[in-house]
């Protein structure tokens, strides 16, 4: 009887916190676009005689991560040296956490969907631990030359680290993907996938179905998509099955392979290196952090509502699943939805505005969310249909034109002369008028034909350019008459 194989899969997932600065000096945090190595300081250079100041920030935003992803926060931790060497490394050795790290012992619950966002199934992915540490530079090669930027040397960063719970590259994928979503959620890391904000390492293996031993993995480097995640441990599973195949059991010995994106395959780096091999070390210019229970409960009563409650939140709201993953997945739209939900308190009118109006905009417009109108001039919107400047049908114009342009509502209402007439003697004119222009429909109207003061509305507003307030229009008729 062939024996049967299941696939054990671990993540190491770094993650950029969205701090102003960087890890250890004041060097601005957000070096995307910016010249190469303008960003930089003796610090964060690894100059001799300089010494790192643990920023603040950085660790007030990966304890809430850790307390997000139910982790225990050690409440004595240090930062460690770790040392490797490579010309985007300027110190000669990472200031991470090692044998202490900031965090252990969390789970993260995560929801496999189909298609129209159906959960179809519910898992579970213990992690390992979640540490600080400082990012290095970029290498950039050009023909037989290679440059360095050293602008994201000293960016601070999470890693995370998962136990061997994900059993094939689709739970692995589901799983970051809620990671990153918690990670959003608290405002720890922006996670943006593009910009590199959030990588993967896997470590894959296989084993027999029944035994418990972990047999030696396949660490796959630098994973910075789903598709090249998912891709990866598909391809490196297979070859790991074929091996398995010929020699009738696992590989002798851990290795570390690298992702090749256009060859569609992995590619032997080097045998694993273990820890001994980075000669961890106390780092000697940090003292240790210590957290008392009472700071640690003073972060968790902090804790913003998770995604998945929130997903329950929006379906509550009468939002479709689909929706609901919309907005949990971009965090700019959900801030709109959110504040225009938190002003007119009406699910349906506010999906209407977001989910239907402007993101309809948006994608006539061939624009995306980051492009979107910021949540305070959707609320300034909000604010002219309901002080009844425009009326709800010119908002959605106004809507239109606000993505089209930039511009703001107050701009557009104004170059467009797009004001309600509700000034009562403006429109107390505008009625007289309609009374001595409509004598039938008078008539008719104080004959008992309701229908007839319609037909006066319906002038006036034709009169007015469709600018008068009909609500005003209608009082201002009725008392008159
Ligand atoms: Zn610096
Ligand atoms: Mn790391």
């Known amino acids: 009887m062939p024996i049967e194989l299941e696939t054990i899969i671990g993540l190491e997932v770094h993650a950029q916190m969205s701090t102003k600065t960087k890890m250890f000096c004041s060097c601005d945090n957000d070096a995307f676009g910016k010249a190469p190595n303008t960003t930089v300081c003796p610090i964060c250079m690894g100059h001799p005689g300089t010494l790192p100041v643990p920023n603040e920030e950085a660790i007030n935003k990966a304890i809430m991560a850790s307390l997000a992803i139910k982790c225990e926060i050690g409440e004595q931790n240090h930062f460690d040296r770790k040392h490797y060497f490579y010309p985007d490394l300027p110190a000669g050795f990472q200031i991470s956490q090692y044998d202490f790290p900031l965090a252990e012992r969390g789970t993260v619950t995560y929801d496999q969907t189909d298609s129209s966002g159906k959960i179809i199934a519910t898992k579970v992915c213990k992690i390992t631990r979640l540490h600080m540490e400082n990012d290095a530079g970029k290498l950039m090669h050009r023909g037989t030359t290679s440059l360095v930027d050293y602008n994201r040397a000293g960016t601070p960063l999470m890693e995370i680290v998962t136990e061997p719970d994900l059993r094939n590259a689709e739970e692995a994928v589901a799983f970051v993907q809620e990671l990153r979503r918690i990670l959003i959620a608290v405002n720890a890391s922006e996670a943006d996938m593009f910009k590199g904000m959030m990588r993967f390492d896997a470590s894959i293996s296989l084993r027999e179905v029944g035994t418990e031993k972990l047999n030696p993995r396949s660490e796959i480097k630098n994973l910075n998509s789903y598709k090249s995640l998912e891709r990866a441990l598909k391809y490196e599973e297979r070859r790991l099955r074929k091996l398995w195949d010929k020699d009738g059991g696992p590989p002798p010995n851990d290795i570390t392979v690298g992702w090749v994106d256009d060859e569609e395959k992995t590619k032997m780096l080097r045998n694993k290196e273990t820890a001994d091999d980075y000669r961890y070390f106390p780092e000697p210019d940090i003292p240790p952090l210590r957290f008392s229970k009472e700071e640690v409960s003073a972060f968790a009563k902090e804790l913003p509502t998770l995604p998945r409650e929130q997903r329950e939140e929006y379906l509550k709201l009468g939002i479709d699943e689909k929706q609901a993953m919309q907005l949990i997945d971009q965090p700019k739209l959900r801030v709109i939805f959110d504040s225009v939900y938190k002003k007119t308190n009406d699910a349906k009118r506010t999906s209407s505005i977001v989910l239907t109006q402007l993101l309809g905009f948006l994608n006539s417009e061939e624009?995306?969310?980051?492009?979107?109108?910021?949540?305070?001039?959707?609320?300034?919107?909000?604010?002219?249909?309901?002080?009844?400047?425009?009326?709800?049908?010119?908002?959605?114009?106004?809507?239109?034109?606000?993505?089209?342009?930039?511009?703001?509502?107050?701009?557009?209402?104004?170059?467009?002369?797009?004001?309600?007439?509700?000034?009562?003697?403006?429109?107390e004119e505008l009625v007289q008028k309609a009374i001595e222009a409509n004598p039938k429909a008078i008539e008719s109207f104080k004959s008992g034909k309701e229908a007839a003061l319609g037909a006066i509305v319906g002038w006036v507003m034709k009169e007015s350019k469709g600018q008068a307030n009909p609500a005003k229009v209608n009082e201002i008729l009725r008392n008159k008459l």
């Open 367 to 427: 624009k995306n969310i980051e492009q979107a109108p910021e949540a305070n001039m959707i609320l300034e919107l909000l604010e002219c249909i309901d002080s009844g400047t425009i009326s709800a049908n010119a908002g959605k114009e106004v809507l239109g034109k606000m993505v089209q342009t930039g511009k703001t509502p107050k701009e557009i209402i104004k170059d467009e002369g797009m004001q309600q007439i509700s000034d009562d003697s403006a429109i």
